[in-house]
């Protein structure tokens, strides 16, 4: 696997360590595990940042140990998970840097 | 073109995975996704290594795109299905590459990966070879391909869709969110251009929502149906999807691709461009 890269468009692992060519002081990182009301992680689960309003705007799978990770900016986001074990939503308001959010998801 | 000859679904897939004549294809940017586990059958097909020229920013051209097919075993009379992971972005781009080089019987699995993986229906890792062919690809058909000219030339006059995320629209960000942001070209999308976000064609388990629910989404966004329409994305696989909504699905007529898109315009010199989430003016 390889880094993220914005040559494409397809989500990058999920699991791969930060480029060292990434400006923290300018990257708004949104990133976190998505886990089941037992506690396990939840590996396979489609996660979806939503905007403000609501509307789409990513989407990732999660890696082996459950983990995501999104490249947003400053503001109001909605995660939110879909898997075959069940969906769940977290708000968060992100900063620059690094903002660690988590995600449960549970049969509706 | 309609749903019903454009679209198959997960339990018609299911069924006909054996079907003669029926291949199923998997389009990923990253095929790492394929070796993990895949429909029983289907090949493989890399939307960067497979389907763009390796020196020049183009397609492959006819006889590199004939070479490819007949090597992965897929026959003229072959009813294609394709289906891919970031909810058939790449198996719509592959979908309308197939049709633009003549390919007669081609379909999207509707839902893609996702879908298929949230019903929890069967992924296999076995190895795929099929035989090869001897595939005869036609003329592109440029009728549905939009180039940059063109798309100068449509400001104010045909109707233009930027189906990024709105935030890409308006020029806070300049690639989908789990992409890093630093990037050469400017932000903000072409002047006129209406913003309907790819996403709003699709439920959130990827399938596509019902003709009735697309005409009205088109139709609020003020999609003039008179009017030839050209999509464009950040490099044209989202715009794909939007294109296959309206020509394959809707059955519009004179819907183009710019697969250019926004990593081209917003790198060309002296082009307007309208910043905010207004389509700004001519």
């Known amino acids: 696997m390889t880094a993220p890269t914005a040559a494409g468009c397809a989500a990058p692992d999920q699991a791969a360590p930060l480029p060292a060519s990434l400006d923290l002081e300018k990257e708004t990182v949104i990133t976190g595990q998505v886990t089941a009301e037992s506690g396990e992680v939840v590996p396979g689960a489609y996660v979806r940042l939503l905007d403000s309003t609501g509307e789409f705007t990513a989407e990732v799978v999660t890696s082996a140990a459950g983990q995501f990770r999104f490249f947003a900016a400053p503001g109001d986001w909605t995660l939110r998970a879909l898997s075959r074990f069940g969906n769940g939503d977290t708000t968060v308001t992100a900063g620059r840097g690094v903002n660690e959010v988590a995600v449960t998801v549970a049969l509706a | 073109m309609s749903r019903d000859t454009a679209l198959v679904s997960a339990e018609w897939a299911e069924k006909n995975l054996d079907a003669p004549g029926v291949v ?99 992924l296999v890792k076995d190895p795929v ?54 990037q050469a070209q400017r932000a903000g999308h072409i002047p006129t251009a209406l913003s309907v976000p790819w996403s709003k064609a699709a439920n959130e388990d990827g399938t596509f929502k019902s003709d009735d629910e697309l005409r009205k989404i088109y139709a609020d966004a003020g999609l003039d149906d008179n009017k030839e329409t050209i999509a464009y994305c950040r490099i044209g696989e989202r715009s794909s999807h939007t294109w296959f909504v309206l020509q394959e699905l809707l059955g519009h007529r004179n819907v183009k691709n710019y697969d250019g898109s926004w990593t081209e315009y917003g790198s060309l010199v002296g082009v307007p461009v309208a910043l905010g989430d207004e389509p700004g003016e001519a």
């Open chain 2, 129 to 182: 070879t099929r035989p090869a062919t001897r595939y005869v690809a036609q003329e592109p058909d440029t009728s549905i391909r939009a180039f940059r000219d063109e798309v100068v030339a449509a400001i104010g006059t045909k109707n233009l869709v930027d189906v990024r995320s709105p935030d890409e629209y308006a020029g806070r960000l300049l690639a989908p969110a789990h992409l890093p942001q630093e």
């Open chain 2, 24 to 122: 199923f294809v998997e389009v990923d940017e990253d095929t790492s996704a394929y070796d993990t586990g895949h429909l029983a059958g289907a090949i493989k097909l890399d939307w960067k290594t497979d389907l763009q020229d390796p020196v020049r920013r183009d397609f492959v051209n006819k006889d590199q795109f004939e070479a490819l097919l007949s090597e992965r075993g897929i026959g003229n009379d072959d009813t294609v299905v394709l289906y891919g992971g970031n909810n058939n972005w790449f198996a719509a781009y592959a979908y309308w590459y197939f049709k633009l080089y003549g390919h007669r019987d081609v379909k999207l699995l509707d839902g893609g990966r996702k879908k298929w993986e949230l019903d929890a229906r069967p």
